[in-house]
């Protein structure tokens, strides 16, 4: 719909005509009819109105165009330490598989590893549990008690795992006993490269009945 408003300076504004869209006429403030507006008129101001919806949503597109291609960075700055941990994959030399191979009761190695938080890799060492090797292949526990953290023991005369804190017990080849810990010993995963037994130390969730990785 079209307005004509006249204007006089002593005067207040009036509205003097308008062009209804639905008929295109052009009728008085009384709404009688003073002429039909051209059907050229008509279609350029659809036409214009067209123009202006289809420049909007051009507008629209773009901007979130770029709001996509923005939040790319943002979202992989975001997930960053979740995807790192996923492939977070450190190999630690634990001996030669040949004499690990012949022990009868649990051994003590010290292993270095790299454990990276977030975005700092720091090198660490750590105490790991060979075992006696089961139907020719030797495991490696975690010293790390599964209840509150503290470093179990092997206790050759008990022919136990002991954890000093609270008591908890595990059987020589990790299994609980007795105690507050919710599950028995962790077990590491191992491979044999060139001779050499290697394992992969890992932290793991303490105080739930489950295994759960962390890091
Ligand atoms: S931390 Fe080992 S029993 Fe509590």
Redesign the pocket.
């Known amino acids: 719909m079209h307005i004509f408003v006249h204007w006089n300076k002593s005067d207040a504004p009036k509205v003097l005509q308008y062009t209804c869209s639905a008929n295109r006429q052009l009728l008085n403030i009384e709404g009688r009819k003073m002429a039909s507006v051209p059907q050229e008129e008509s279609n350029a101001a659809g036409t214009t109105a067209g123009r202006r919806s289809f420049v909007l949503a051009l507008f629209a597109l773009s901007g979130a165009a770029v709001a996509v291609l923005l939040s790319v960075p943002l979202v992989r700055f975001t997930i960053f330490p979740l995807r790192e941990k996923e492939t977070d994959t450190t190999w630690s030399d634990v001996g030669p598989i040949q004499e690990l191979s012949s022990i009868t009761a649990p051994v003590s190695k010290t292993i270095t590893f790299e454990h990276r938080d977030a975005w700092e890799t720091a090198s660490h060492q750590t105490a790991v549990y060979v075992l006696p090797p089961k139907a020719g292949r030797v495991s490696v526990l975690s010293p790390v008690?599964?209840?509150?953290?503290?470093a179990?023991r092997w206790v050759s005369e008990h022919n136990e795992f002991l954890?000093?804190?609270?008591?908890?017990s595990f059987t020589a080849t990790g299994e609980r006993i007795a105690?507050?810990?919710p599950r028995s010993m962790d077990s590491l995963e191992t491979k044999v490269e060139d001779g050499i037994l290697k394992v992969r130390y890992q932290y793991f969730r303490q105080m739930i009945p489950q295994k759960e990785v962390l890091a």
Do not use: A, K, M
């Open positions: 008690c599964p209840h509150l953290g503290c179990v954890c000093p804190c609270h008591g908890g105690g507050p810990p």
